[in-house]
């Protein structure tokens, strides 16, 4: 089943499991009986009274409610943090080696217990912020699944293919793709052997697609290609107990059920899991001088309540040609009020060939100076400009945000995945001022 979906962004979809037809109420959202004898049960995304365009809510219709549970009890947190303050401030260029999967041989570990959280900023409560995780896990969740309460998962395979069950349904996700899954939507991982990704979590928004401006009415990631999954149950009593893990308020609780929460028969609305394949995004660059800012490479984005700035945008740097003239063609040398990390799918990053590994990651934190090595610098200053295929068979991506990200204790030190010698990558950058240099005579 998870290789039927409907497409769309932000669509008003419906879906019924074709097992039983005719389970979507007509006409109404909470009739007297439902069809089948389901329950109706409304997920919020949004408050009732937003503006019709950001009004975000779907209408489930399940075998029982999800207010049948025992009382939640935390649970430990493992390497899952919101606290921003375990240790001090590190303003440096930062990059991570690939982070260490657990092998199965010695710890069996699923997507809830492989969340390790390397940075963020702000705070679930007053739904005002953004953590960036990664996952590293080897095992598939089994009689439990993850509910955030505090904010929505946007979700990057870099290794290994998951299978994510919602309530919504099935969807398979491949390294070079993508899915996010929205505030309070279950749901469990199932992988197929060593698996790893990042996540960018964001509070008190949602994402959406950037507008476009004067590119006109089509371009970058093309509402059509998002995926969203179809209607999918299992009526399945679990006596030995299914376990939730809500994600609320930064900590982790956990409640006991003695069913399957996968038992939404039908439903329909416009807030809903989806996933879209970074192949289908349409590059827009500079065909004639100079190096264009980064935005244009915007897949998604989640706004702050500041015209033009978001909390977090997810960027990608995707095969593409490169023709500018008399340009230096790699990023420019940057100092930004924004937050940059970046990770790696595959393949080596242009401004970084050596060290910036798949699996790997950098943090270039507000005002940081960060740019090209010296090796790039040289090669790309005296390289012949001819029209040239940039990043083939790559995918790099940057999580960028508003905040001032503080790393974590695990992102700094417990992880033992920092790369000490990072800075030394722009060491041998040297002067070539020439106080004598005159302009060429045209």
């Known amino acids: 089943v998870a290789g039927e979906y409907m497409c769309g962004f932000g669509n008003e979809f419906s879906s019924e499991d074709p097992r039983c ?55 430990p947190c493992g390497n899952l943090t919101e606290n921003w303050n375990e240790v001090e401030p590190d303003p440096n260029q930062l990059r991570w080696l690939p982070f260490t999967i657990p092998k199965s041989t010695e710890k069996k570990v699923d997507f809830v217990a492989g969340l390790h959280t390397v940075c963020g900023a702000g705070d679930a409560k007053s739904r005002n912020g953004i953590s960036i995780h990664v996952y590293t896990c080897n095992t598939s969740m089994v009689d439990r699944c993850f509910n955030n309460s505090d904010g929505d998962f946007l979700i990057v395979p870099q290794q290994g293919e998951i299978l994510i069950t919602t309530e919504f349904g099935k969807m398979m996700v491949e390294p070079n793709e993508i899915c996010v899954i929205q505030q309070g939507m279950r749901f469990s991982v199932d992988v197929f052997g060593e698996t790893r990704g990042y996540i960018m979590e964001v509070y008190g928004a949602h994402f959406e697609l950037p507008d476009l401006g004067p590119i006109g ?7 059509r290609d998002f995926l969203c999954p179809v209607a999918w149950y299992e009526d399945r009593k679990v006596a030995t107990g299914y376990t939730i893990i809500n994600k609320y ?18 439903w329909h609305g416009n807030y809903t899991p989806y996933k879209y394949n970074l192949k289908n995004f349409m590059v827009i660059n500079c065909v004639a001088f100079d190096h264009a800012d980064p935005s244009i490479f915007t897949v998604l984005t989640a706004k702050s309540t500041r015209p033009g700035v978001a909390i977090a945008d997810f960027v990608i740097f995707p095969p593409r040609w490169g023709v500018a003239d008399h340009t230096f063609r790699p990023p420019y040398y940057h100092r930004n009020c924004m937050s940059e990390f970046m990770g790696l799918i595959k393949g080596h990053y242009e401004a970084k060939e050596e060290g910036f590994q798949p699996g790997g990651a950098s943090l270039h934190s507000m005002m940081t100076p960060h740019g090209p090595d010296a090796d790039c610098f040289e090669k790309n200053s005296t390289a012949e400009l001819k029209p040239e295929r940039v990043a083939e068979g790559t995918m790099a991506f940057m999580f960028e945000s508003s905040f001032s990200m503080a790393v974590t204790k695990w992102g700094l030190q417990t992880c033992q995945r920092l790369d000490k010698t990072y800075y030394q990558c722009w060491e041998p950058l040297r002067s070539h001022f020439n106080p004598n240099w005159k302009p060429s005579k045209k």
């Open 249 to 266: 308020q930064g900590k982790l609780f956990a409640c006991q059920q003695d069913f399957s929460p996968f038992n939404v028969v039908a």
């Open 217 to 223: 009415a089509n371009g970058l990631a093309n509402p």
């Open 21 to 75: 037809p005719g389970s979507l109420p007509e006409g109404q959202n909470n009739p007297q009986v439902c069809p089948y004898g389901l329950y109706a049960e409304q997920l919020s995304g949004s408050a009732f009274t937003c503006p019709r365009p950001a009004n975000k809510r779907s209408w489930l219709y399940r075998i029982l409610p999800s207010v049948k549970h025992k009382p939640f009890t935390a649970v």
